[in-house]
């Protein structure tokens, strides 16, 4: 049985009931571990489960090798099929009625490459964000420091 099949049969313990796809995020992110927290309930009801991608379940879904931890959301479904980043997000948006709207312009002309931007940046910066940095902080030859980086 493989682990799709284990986990949407209720195999993972605590994740009984029907399963459509599981959230990789990055627990060690403060951001990612709100975000989490506060969508995990909606997304939950729409048959979606948040789980961190340094779980080994996780890491065995996607195919990862031990230690190796994806820069981005991810989003694994009962079909088989993973996506990651703004792909993910979209598609989860779009699972929230008030939000279908929102993905729906987000992935229109030039909408959807700023969107692309507006996430990596996000996604390369999340442990900069919030109380407290994680990274050391980068002097310029000014001595200025920098707290993020550019797209």
């Not at 459509?20 to 939950?44: E, H, N």
């Not at 442990?127 to 940095?133: K, N, P, Q, T, Y």
């Amino acid at each position: 049985m493989s682990t799709f099949e284990t986990w949407a049969t209720g195999g993972d313990p605590g994740r009984a009931g029907h399963v459509l796809g599981w959230v990789g995020y990055d627990a060690s992110c403060p951001v990612c571990s709100t975000l989490a927290r506060r969508w995990g309930p909606v997304l939950g009801r729409r048959g979606y489960r948040f789980v961190p991608l340094q779980a080994k379940a996780m890491s065995d879904l996607l195919g990862l090798m031990p230690g190796q931890l994806p820069g981005e959301i991810q989003l694994a479904l009962g079909d088989g099929s993973v996506m990651g980043g703004t792909d993910a997000l979209l598609f989860l948006a779009c699972q929230v009625g008030w939000m279908r709207p929102m993905a729906w312009l987000a992935r229109r002309g030039w909408v959807r490459p700023a969107v692309d931007r507006a996430y990596r940046w996000l996604a390369r910066n999340r442990h900069c964000l919030g109380d407290a940095c994680e990274v050391p902080l980068r002097r310029a030859t000014r001595g200025h420091a920098a707290f993020f980086e550019t797209p």
